[in-house]
């Protein structure tokens, strides 16, 4: 999973359309920070495959590139772009069906239209849906997004939560730290306020995927809990954010063999699946040795195989 494309059908949409908040020029596609060449992977399921195969791996849970995500946009045009993209998405795994499935794009920026293209798409056979960590800097905690939580718990339909809208920090300033160190903090803040807030209390059937190892969340939950004693800001929020695991679970992608090993062994197998991030550079290179290198072959072989196919009910 964690594996991005970029659908044809979204990037024509872009081109002959004008109020997204995404530029489109030439081979490019850019916004929010994010800029990626439109290289055959993005585009084509046969490249994609082959990229697959020559990391390791036989399949993958694609969804769009987080530059598609475009939640500035007004309900009509971001329900629009939703649609280009899962109707892309299911063309482009529809040509390798029993080795490419897809992620719903929503647009949180209404919620109603949200749930009712998430419910179009779990009939179009999305197998879960990916969404951002903000709505165009809003919290998802805090975007009355409930009738779309209820809409995921009513359609079984699992949420990867990937960085977008990245807060601006002056450390963050150049040298790519707004993704070395950005995209884990959004990633953290998304969670534990989702978690404080009692979002997941309210809806007990919200399934999270959390891309790039969970940030921060598996490494500083402890000073969560711990602050939930002592802090009387924390005194309505649940005791322990560990109890989630289950209903929370994190990719693979720390570039790191010892904290892959340290994230495997604090959570559970069954609660880490493989990513990839492909095609984005930061993607790594050696995604099965290094998973391999940490846990061992067997371990490994449940979260490439056994993780996914229960989260996103394969």
């Known amino acids: 999973m964690h594996n991005h494309a970029a659908p044809r059908e979204a990037i024509e949409l872009l081109r002959a359309s004008d109020g997204y908040p995404i530029k489109v020029e030439g081979d490019v596609i850019e916004a ?5 060449e439109l290289t055959p992977s993005f585009l084509d399921p046969a490249a994609k495959l082959e990229q697959l ?4 791996l036989e399949a993958a849970v694609v969804s769009g590139s987080p530059a598609l995500f475009a939640y500035e946009a007004d309900a009509e045009r971001g329900a629009a772009l ?9 063309d482009f795994c529809g040509h390798y069906a029993t080795r490419l499935r897809w992620l719903a794009h929503v647009p949180l920026q209404a919620p109603d239209a949200a749930a009712e293209l998430l419910a179009e798409a779990a009939g179009a056979g999305a197998v879960g849906a990916q969404i951002g960590t903000s709505v165009a800097g809003t919290p998802l905690s805090e975007a009355g997004l409930d009738l779309f939580w209820a809409a995921a718990e009513e359609h079984d339909i699992a949420l990867l939560v990937h960085p977008a809208y990245n807060n601006p920090h002056p450390g963050l300033e150049g040298y790519h730290l707004q993704n070395v160190i950005g995209n884990q903090l959004e990633t953290t803040i998304a969670a534990e306020r989702l978690i404080v807030s009692g979002v997941l209390d309210r809806h007990p059937g919200l399934r999270l995927v959390l891309v790039h190892a969970g940030g921060y969340v598996p490494w500083q939950a402890g000073r969560l809990r711990h602050a939930a004693t002592v802090r009387a800001e924390l005194a ?3 005791p322990d954010p560990y109890d989630y695991l289950g209903r929370i679970v994190f990719d693979t992608i720390t570039h790191d063999a010892g904290a892959l090993r340290f994230l495997v062994d604090r959570v559970g197998a069954a609660n880490v699946a493989m990513g990839t991030d492909l095609p984005f550079d930061m993607a790594p290179p050696e995604p099965v040795a290094g998973l391999e290198e940490a846990v061992g072959e067997e371990t490994a072989r449940r979260v490439m195989e056994e993780t996914p196919r229960r989260v996103f009910g394969l």
């Open 32 to 36: 929010d920070r994010v800029r990626a």
């Open 236 to 238: 309505d929020s649940p």
């Open 53 to 56: 195969e020559r990391v390791g």
């Open 82 to 90: 939703c649609r280009a993209v899962n109707g892309g998405l299911a």
